[in-house]
């Protein structure tokens, strides 16, 4: 418990110890993504990718003062008290420092490479050099005795044995510089799935979302045959006040699973905030990606879903989708654009349904047309 009285976030008591969200007794052990997603819905924190970075370098880190600043924040968690924090403790931001440090850190291996390489440079061109000279030495003779050439074995056998050996210190040493740069490879995926991930539902967050979006033009044109489906929770805020947060957050979640079950794993799937989610194709005619999200609108109509607290049933829970192809949009801005309207056409239409973009340039939906609804 902390001076403010908060139980929801504990004080290392030690400098080898790490801040531990509470947890239900007898639950499995948590990942920290998990665990600083825990923290930061019970703090009433925003999961956005500063908030979560900041949380990460206090689970990872042996900052106390950070740790005793994020304590002290109790229910107070303003973003402003937040943003303060993370510029104080961490400076240009944690991002930063890691890639810095990473990049550091690899041109000193490559360096250590380097020289590696140029010592096994040297001791071939030594090498060779023997071999010339006992070649000339040997051609030098006009008669070789047996005394002569066993020496002569001898030695070469003794430079041949030392190169040998050389070149197995050197691969050694080369395995282990290439170890040590696959985990700095390894950190730095780590840190970027993390930075690309949701903390609440695991999948991928609005950061991802925008760099995928982004990748489907280039130069004002469309690269791909893709599309973007923009789905929004229906009627959440009765979710939110009839059965409390949690079970609200429950809710997310397990669309989320539901969107991963459904949806190929070429499609790009992500909580872009609240609870509206965005699917990115990159191939498949409108009508391919229609039927899709038909698909994802009925398994989440038909999910089972239950109050965290009571246990009793909170559904049905149903979405509205807004579906544009990239062909029908100039830039990523635009495509997001287009299909937000079409989102909100499905929500103004009644909810629970599917409206294309390209139904309401035609004119359709003005007639009471929808590509999906639930009658």
Request: aromatic residues 6%.
């Amino acid at each position: 418990m902390n001076a403010n009285g908060d139980r929801r976030l504990q004080a290392p008591l030690g400098a080898s110890d790490r801040m531990q969200p509470s947890e239900a007794s007898g639950a499995r052990p948590l990942d920290i993504a998990s665990k600083i997603a825990l923290t930061l819905r019970q703090m009433g924190i925003p999961g956005l990718p500063r908030n979560y970075e900041l949380f990460y370098e206090a689970y990872t880190g042996t900052n106390q003062a950070l740790i005793a600043d994020i304590i002290d924040l109790g229910t107070k968690a303003t973003q402003e008290r937040l943003d303060h924090i993370s510029a104080r403790h961490l400076g240009r931001g944690r991002a930063e420092d890691i890639v810095e440090s990473a990049r550091n850190e690899i041109a000193g291996k490559i360096d250590e490479v380097m020289l590696l390489l140029l010592k096994e440079r040297k001791s071939l061109e030594s090498y060779g050099k023997f071999l010339d000279e006992t070649s000339s030495g040997i051609g030098d003779r006009a008669v070789l005795t047996k005394d002569l050439l066993a020496r002569i074995v001898g030695v070469m056998a003794t430079a041949t044995g030392t190169t040998i050996d050389h070149g197995r210190q050197i691969a050694r040493s080369m395995a282990d510089k290439s170890v040590e740069l696959e985990k700095v490879k390894s950190t730095l995926e780590e840190y970027k799935r993390l930075a690309d991930t949701d903390p609440l539902t695991q999948i991928r967050n609005r950061r991802a979302f925008d760099n995928a979006l982004a990748g489907i033009y280039t130069n004002g044109k469309a690269m791909l045959p893709g599309s973007l489906i923009i789905a929004d929770i229906d009627d959440f805020k009765r979710i939110n006040d009839g059965y409390g947060h949690p079970t609200g957050d429950h809710i997310i979640q397990s669309v989320a699973a539901i969107l991963q079950a459904i949806v190929p794993g070429s499609v790009f799937v992500a909580r872009t905030g609240g609870e509206e989610f965005a699917l990115i194709t990159t191939c498949g005619d409108e009508q391919a990606v229609a039927e899709l999200a038909e698909q994802v609108r009925v398994a989440i109509e038909r999910g089972d879903y239950s109050c965290l607290q009571t246990g009793e049933s909170c559904g049905p829970i149903t979405v509205s989708m807004g579906m544009c192809m990239a062909s029908e949009a100039g830039s990523p801005d635009d495509l997001y654009a287009k299909a937000d309207r079409a989102l909100y056409a499905s929500k103004t239409g009644g909810r629970n349904r599917v409206t294309l973009h390209s139904s309401l340039a035609r004119g359709e939906f003005r007639k009471g047309w929808m590509l999906y609804k639930n009658d």
